[in-house]
């Protein structure tokens, strides 16, 4: 299982952590933008001042509201984030080497988050993040460079689009951090998101080297998450193959 964290797949990184007694393992192609997992709409067809203005009118419904009504922990960790609650489309995190990217938070792209305090403490910089004390469900983003995406900015170190710089950078910020996780007793999701057949790994406590042949995308995500939590399904993840995550 090892091996398969360490591959160099190109794109995005999204991961998702949860404290649950998932037992299965999951390494099978995915479609649909990691968004969908979030919203039961993709903003990304709009760009995100379209789609703020779009979610707020049609009032989407979200998972970050499911779990803070049902009393469910979670957060949401940035890497190169400024600051909590931060609404900057992007910022140049010196700190990090690489850039955070607004369109990669999937809580402050809706405004229900945004302005509400309560949940919008809870979208915090990757800095903030502490395996000691994870609520029970993580969303985790590198910035651009750490993610694998890349960027032509002469500002980042191995950041370049599709070299081999950036995938070995990529393979060791997983490496860096997993291992931490896992004997904090997280499961993670892992999902590398970026055109054609994706690549998508669950490790943790408990879960058996395997593979699983069916097609999934990220609504399925969405629909084992809410179905561990006993929530509604939104929207895709209604007739979503949910992922044989316990």
Not at 78 to 84: S, V
Not at 217 to 235: N, P, R, V
Request: proline content about 7%; aromatic content about 10%.
């Amino acid at each position: 299982m090892w091996e398969c964290l360490e591959s160099k797949i190109p794109d995005e990184q999204v991961w998702y952590l949860m404290r649950s007694p998932w037992s299965r393992a999951v390494s099978a192609p995915a479609s649909a933008r990691p968004w969908s997992a979030t919203a039961s709409v993709s903003p990304r067809a709009a760009g995100v001042g379209a789609f703020l203005e779009t979610a707020q009118r049609a009032n989407v419904g979200y998972y970050e509201r499911q779990l803070e009504g049902s009393g469910t922990s979670w957060g949401i960790f940035m890497e190169g984030m400024d600051q909590a609650c931060s609404t900057r489309v992007t910022y140049d995190s010196t700190a990090t080497g690489g850039q955070y990217a607004l369109k990669h938070n999937p809580g402050l792209v809706f405004p229900s988050v945004a302005d509400n305090i309560t949940m919008c403490a809870k979208v915090k910089p990757y800095t903030a993040f502490d395996g000691s004390t994870l609520p029970a469900v993580s969303f985790i983003a590198p910035n651009i460079c750490d993610d694998m995406h890349g960027s032509q900015s002469t500002l980042w170190t191995n950041c370049l689009p599709g070299s081999g710089a950036l995938y070995a950078r990529g393979d060791a910020w997983l490496k860096a951090r997993v291992p931490g996780m896992l004997a904090a007793g997280a499961v993670v999701f892992i999902t590398f998101d970026e055109s054609g057949v994706l690549y998508a790994v669950e490790v943790g406590p408990g879960v058996p080297i395997g593979t699983d042949a069916n097609a999934y995308t990220h609504y399925s995500l969405l629909a084992a998450i809410e179905s561990c939590f006993g929530l509604a399904k939104l929207g895709g993840a209604s007739t979503a193959r949910p992922l044989p995550l316990g």
